[in-house]
């Protein structure tokens, strides 16, 4: 049984996107790659038909993945998510009570969270403790280092 992932329109294109550029585009190559190591001789010491076959029992199992990952996706209607609460795709700002550091995410799907970007999973530690709560309530959030208290300042989509 594979596990429900919600997404936005764009990064389920990203995802169905890049299943077919393996699918299409590296499939293909990797069965050049074999091909060409193996008309190089004897298999039994090709170094090169090993690392090439290896490469494509990779590239099948990422393949297998992003099917996977697909057969569980459910779009996100955006116009049905409440507003009091966090949820996927709502945006958070948050304030550490410790060292008064305020921060904003987006809270996404696994497939799109992207740091660099500000888009944090709702599978991360900061991402479960933000899940349901409300402008004005203390996220108490395990990390390695100990517990850290985030208040809850704002939400918007």
Known sequence: MSNVS??????????REELQQLKDIERVKASKAIAEARDKGDLSENAEY???KEAQGMLEMRISKLEETL???RLI???QLDNSKVLVLSNVEIKNRSNGMKMSYLL????????????ISVNSPIGKGLLGKS???IAKIKVPNGVIEFEVLKITR
């Open 77 to 79: 209607d955006e116009s």
């Open 50 to 52: 090993d690392a090439a």
């Open 71 to 73: 057969a569980g996706a």
């Open 6 to 15: 919600y997404y936005t329109p764009k990064g389920l294109k990203k995802l």
């Open 135 to 137: 402008v004005g309530d």
């Open 108 to 119: 996404v799907a696994d497939g799109e969270a992207d740091l660099s970007s500000g888009k």
